[in-house]
């Protein structure tokens, strides 16, 4: 059984389309064993709850610097044991020494197809408003390896979804979510958990 700690900031509906495709068995051979936030406020620690899923939040601003937050961030990690980490909309620039640590073993959905919109800057709904900005008619979603770079590492899935004439970027930030990430975060785990991953 994979051990899965999943990494969020805000609302958490990819946390949810997660554990809905566990308890659904489209992912098979894995746990969600915690779910962590930086966020205090984060809905995606409720849904965790609702799930009575070990529900954790580690802030930046109970700590005195962001070494001893990176610190206590590695600790939390580390106390569940976990085979694989899912930054599912987690904010927070991963510590170079949990990477170093957790080299292939975490994975990182992003809203657009990388190597388009995808960088320093260009998060929530900054990609989509780019996306628009440039005209694109294709945009997307990818799944990656997390490495030391921002959104560079290795790409395990990606799907394309259409941008449509009179999409807002909330509009298509929708469309983005139900026809690629939701399905695409659940089948990277799946395939992780079963063998399915080169
Ligand atoms: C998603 O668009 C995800 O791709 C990005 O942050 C957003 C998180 O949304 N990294 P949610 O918290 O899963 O609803």
């Not at 566990?22 to 799930?51: C, M, Q, W, Y």
């Not at 600790?75 to 170093?100: C, H, N, Q, R, W």
């Not at 399905?183 to 080169?198: C, E, F, H, Y």
Request: a negative charge; charged letters at 20%.
């Amino acid at each position: 059984m994979l051990k899965v700690g999943v990494l969020v900031s805000g609302g958490g509906t990819n946390l949810q389309a997660i554990l809905d495709a566990i308890d659904e068995g489209r992912v098979t051979n894995a746990a969600v064993e915690v779910v962590i936030s930086n966020n205090p406020g984060a809905f995606a620690l409720k849904r965790a709850g609702n799930h009575k899923i070990p529900a954790v939040c580690v802030s930046p601003k109970s700590f005195e610097s962001r070494e001893a937050f990176n610190q206590a961030l590695l600790e939390t990690v580390d106390s569940y044991g976990l085979d694989l980490i899912v930054l599912a909309g987690f904010l927070v620039k991963v510590p170079e020494m949990m990477i170093e640590k957790y080299r292939n073993r975490i994975i990182n959905i992003h809203p657009s197809l990388i190597p388009s919109f995808c960088g320093v800057g260009y998060y929530g709904l900054k990609v989509h408003e780019a996306a628009l900005k440039r005209g694109v008619k294709l945009t997307g979603a990818t799944v990656h390896f997390v490495d030391e770079g921002m959104d560079s590492g290795p790409i395990l899935l990606q799907k394309a979804v259409e941008v449509l004439p009179g999409d807002t970027p909330e509009i298509l930030q929708r469309r983005v979510m139900e026809e690629a990430e939701w399905q695409l975060l659940p089948q990277a785990i799946d395939m992780i958990a079963n063998g399915r991953v080169s």
